[in-house]
Nanobody, 116 residues
Framework: QVQLVESGGGLVQAGGSLRLSCAASGSIFSGKPMGWFRQAPGKQRELVASITRRGSTNYADSVKGRFTISLDNAKNTVYLQMNSLKPDDTAVYYC??????????WGQGTQVTVSS
């Protein structure tokens, strides 16, 4: 069964930190790169970070230097450490396959709200 379960969001002041987790289950994810996405109100969903199974990473310019994506292959869990958060980071955060490798059914996401 394909399932993505995101957690770790919350309300934080600007400059604060949060760590998001995403548990992925299903063979569709096996060996494939994963990504974290976000969708702010009224905006399209965007890819903010991706990681290969060997640990190579890529980041959107807007989060580079502040966010760190990591992957526990044994647990099939993807993490997003978010530091120096800004109000513009406010969004619902989702994980999924790296878009170049397909797309699974979206999970419920986790809300991140950054107050100024």
């Amino acid at each position: 069964q394909v399932q993505l379960v995101e957690s770790g969001g919350g309300l934080v002041q600007a400059g604060g930190s949060l760590r998001l987790s995403c548990a992925a289950s299903g063979s569709i994810f096996s060996g494939k790169p994963m990504g974290w996405f976000r969708q702010a109100p009224g905006k399209q969903r965007e890819l903010v970070a991706s990681i290969t199974r060997r640990g190579s990473t890529n980041y959107a310019d807007s989060v580079k230097g502040r966010f760190t994506i990591s992957l526990d292959n044994a647990k099939n869990t993807v993490y997003l450490q978010m530091n120096s958060l800004k109000p513009d980071d406010t969004a619902v955060y989702y994980c999924n396959l790296d878009p170049q490798y397909g797309r699974a059914l979206w999970g419920q996401g986790t809300q991140v709200t950054v107050s100024s």
